[in-house]
Each structure stands twice: as structure tokens, then as C-alpha cells.
């Protein structure tokens, strides 16, 4: 079992920056494939906003040149730092990490985390 455990999220004016961490624990050892962040606002589906792993990163239209991702692989931690927030990047912001053991053929598992509220307002 994979545990994900967010942090950072606040209450900032529009303009502002935020930083959100993402850190992934187990008693096993584990290998992650990617690390992403997802936001849910009020009446509105899940939607992604940022992945990382492998080499590959890709962030949703809505936040790319505003928000950057990047990973610590040590600390099994992803960052999203968030500059030139907007009201409409309001929403709880959730990690998702993927996970395997030993080689990803054997199986890919998702662990979500509890997430993080980001309120933009002025």
C-alpha cells in the first residue's frame, strides 16, 4: 500500500503564487511511472492539470506558462509551483502517483491522495 499525501494549499489573491507538494510513502519498496496533479472545482468533473514521469511532462492548456511541475526522485515527491493564479484555478487539487514493483509489465497501480484546497480570491 501507497500512501499520497499532499501540501500547500491556502488562500492567495489573484496574481499570487502557490507551491503544492505531492509525497509518496509505503512500507514496500516501490518505483514510481508518474506523478500527477489534478484539480476538481465546485460543480465541475476532475480534470487533470499536470503530469511528470519518464522524462515526460504535459500540463493541461489551462495552466501551461503559469504552472510548472517537477519531481524530487529521492524523496518520491512531485511539485507544483503555481504562479499568476486565476479565481478560476480555485478547486481542491488532488496527486495521483503510479506505482509498480519490480518492472511495470507486472502491474501498474494508482494511489490518490486526500487533496489540497487552493482558494483564489480576491
Known amino acids: 500500500q501507497v500512501q499520497v499525501e499532499e501540501s500547500g494549499g491556502g488562500l492567495v489573491q489573484p496574481g499570487e503564487p502557490l507551491r503544492l507538494s505531492c509525497a509518496a510513502s509505503?512500507?514496500?519498496?516501490?518505483?514510481?511511472?508518474?506523478m500527477g496533479w489534478y484539480r476538481q472545482a465546485p460543480g465541475k468533473q476532475r480534470e487533470l492539470v499536470a503530469i511528470?514521469?519518464?522524462?515526460?511532462?504535459e500540463y493541461s492548456d489551462s495552466v501551461k506558462g503559469r504552472f510548472t511541475i517537477s519531481e524530487d526522485n529521492a524523496k518520491k515527491t512531485a511539485y507544483l509551483h503555481m504562479n499568476s493564479l486565476k479565481l478560476d484555478d480555485t478547486a481542491i487539487y488532488y496527486c495521483?502517483?503510479?506505482?509498480?514493483?519490480?518492472?511495470?509489465?507486472?502491474?501498474?497501480?494508482?494511489?490518490w491522495g486526500q487533496g489540497t484546497q487552493v482558494t483564489v480570491s480576491s
Open positions: 509505503g512500507s514496500k519498496h516501490f518505483s514510481i511511472l508518474d
Open positions: 495521483n502517483v503510479s506505482t509498480y514493483e519490480g518492472s511495470p509489465v507486472l502491474g501498474i497501480r494508482n494511489y
Open positions: 511528470i514521469g519518464g522524462g515526460h511532462i
